[in-house]
């Protein structure tokens, strides 16, 4: 273990993809500097993936769920399998590099006591090109879109470019990477809201707290939420520029699926509705109503449309639980909701 005695553990949560999973642990555990425990939770898997990480990985400890409870509740089955100091989250479609872990751990033992999360700068796989303004993608051709509105496209002649160095929320509750398809030597400031559930080491003493991430979330914006919940306790999150991973992209659940499309709509007004001021549910509320209905207009945009307006009456079905919700927060809270600024 590290010597200054802080006892780490690495969570990466696997469904069906063994393969990326084998990849990310065997990266931690071949790294002398790392010196943490490695849990690897199958969440509930039905191929034969259990049996292929206990006979690659005889070097971890192997958690298996018997049903798919989505990413939170894999990540906390593996946070609730150790009694580690510092616990790093690592997605398995994410492949650190050299000294993540002990960036990560020795970055929180530098830090103010008040320091809840590190979160690592996290570098998209490959290179990438940005297409000409205007110009169409071919039909089978992978792009990404920057915050600006930019499409990129994996190229052999590109750049290398950032994914994430933390989490931000916009005025529309919009959760959001900070950075994305910046250049890859971009410089981050050090504060900043949330962290990536794919690549960031949280503090026991602040999950103690405030508890672990909200299953009921399934996927998506889970991090998102337990930064809100840590921010109003008076806890921090810093970004750690040393502590590299390289991220394929959404190589387990895609960005598109249907199960993208809903899951982020509906958990981005849930969460809005947990822990945002007023003012930010209504705008999010009315955009995700303009842009089910445009969508319903489109032949191209119909199917997400439909997910988006069937995540929207999800939440208004639900919306007295989410209303008990907001108010349990409060009663919980040791820092005004204005007082906190996700965007920052």
Same mark, same amino acid.
Do not use: K
């Given at each position: 273990?590290?010597?200054?005695?802080?006892?780490?553990?690495?969570?990466?949560?696997?469904?069906?993809?063994?393969?990326?999973?084998?990849?990310?642990?065997?990266?931690?555990?071949?790294?002398?500097?790392?010196?943490?425990?490695?849990?690897?939770?199958?969440?509930?898997?039905?191929?034969?993936?259990?049996? #292929? %990480?206990?006979?690659?990985?005889?070097?971890?400890?192997?958690?298996?769920?018997?049903?798919?409870?989505?990413?939170?509740?894999?990540?906390?089955?593996?946070?609730?399998?150790?009694?580690?100091?510092?616990?790093?989250?690592?997605?398995?479609?994410?492949?650190?590099?050299?000294?993540?872990? $002990?960036?990560? *751990?020795?970055?929180?033992?530098?830090?103010?006591?008040?320091?809840?999360?590190?979160?690592?700068?996290?570098?998209?796989?490959?290179?990438?090109?940005? %297409?000409?303004?205007?110009?169409?993608?071919?039909?089978?051709? *992978?792009?990404?879109?920057?915050?600006?509105?930019?499409?990129?496209?994996?190229?052999?002649?590109?750049?290398?470019?950032?994914? !994430?160095?933390?989490?931000?929320?916009?005025?529309?509750?919009?959760?959001?990477?900070?950075?994305?398809?910046?250049?890859?030597?971009?410089?981050?400031? #050090?504060? #900043?809201?949330? /962290?990536?559930?794919?690549?960031? $080491?949280?503090?026991?003493?602040?999950?103690?707290?405030?508890?672990?991430? @909200?299953? !009921?979330? /399934?996927?998506?914006?889970?991090?998102?939420?337990? $930064?809100?919940?840590?921010?109003?306790?008076?806890?921090?999150?810093?970004?750690? $520029?040393?502590?590299?991973?390289?991220?394929?992209?959404?190589?387990?659940?895609?960005?598109?699926?249907?199960?993208?499309?809903?899951?982020?709509?509906?958990?981005? %007004?849930?969460?809005?509705?947990?822990?945002?001021?007023?003012?930010?549910?209504?705008?999010?509320? #009315?955009?995700?109503?303009?842009?089910?209905?445009?969508? %319903?207009?489109?032949?191209?945009?119909?199917?997400?449309?439909?997910?988006?307006?069937?995540?929207?009456?999800?939440?208004?079905?639900?919306?007295?639980?989410?209303?008990?919700?907001?108010?349990?927060?409060?009663?919980?809270?040791?820092?005004?909701?204005?007082?906190? @600024?996700?965007?920052?």
């Amino acid at each position: 273990m590290p010597g200054d005695g802080t006892r780490t553990a690495v969570v990466i949560v696997n469904w069906e993809r063994a393969d990326l999973t084998e990849r990310a642990a065997r990266a931690v555990l071949d790294d002398p500097t790392a010196e943490a425990q490695v849990v690897v939770v199958d969440n509930g898997s039905s191929d034969d993936s259990v049996a #292929v %990480l206990r006979a690659a990985l005889p070097d971890a400890t192997i958690v298996v769920r018997p049903t798919n409870g989505g990413f939170a509740a894999g990540a906390n089955a593996g946070i609730r399998a150790t009694d580690a100091d510092v616990v790093v989250l690592l997605n398995n479609d994410a492949e650190p590099a050299p000294g993540f872990v $002990a960036a990560l *751990r020795d970055h929180l033992a530098r830090a103010a006591p008040d320091t809840a999360a590190a979160t690592g700068r996290i570098v998209l796989a490959g290179r990438w090109s940005c %297409l000409p303004a205007g110009s169409r993608p071919h039909r089978d051709q *992978r792009t990404l879109r920057d915050h600006g509105g930019r499409l990129w496209t994996p190229s052999p002649d590109g750049e290398v470019r950032l994914n !994430s160095t933390g989490v931000l929320v916009d005025r529309d509750g919009n959760g959001r990477d900070r950075d994305w398809f910046s250049p890859a030597d971009h410089a981050a400031e #050090v504060d #900043v809201f949330g /962290f990536s559930g794919g690549a960031s $080491a949280l503090r026991r003493s602040a999950l103690d707290d405030v508890g672990l991430l @909200d299953e !009921s979330l /399934f996927m998506y914006y889970e991090d998102t939420e337990l $930064a809100w919940r840590l921010r109003r306790r008076g806890w921090r999150v810093e970004h750690v $520029a040393d502590a590299v991973v390289e991220h394929d992209h959404s190589a387990s659940s895609g960005v598109q699926s249907d199960l993208f499309v809903f899951r982020n709509a509906r958990n981005r %007004l849930v969460v809005a509705l947990w822990h945002a001021p007023w003012s930010t549910v209504v705008r999010a509320t #009315v955009r995700t109503t303009v842009r089910g209905l445009r969508g %319903l207009a489109s032949a191209r945009d119909r199917r997400e449309a439909r997910l988006v307006l069937a995540a929207l009456v999800d939440v208004a079905a639900h919306l007295p639980r989410h209303l008990a919700r907001r108010l349990r927060e409060d009663r919980r809270a040791s820092v005004p909701r204005r007082s906190v @600024d996700p965007g920052a």
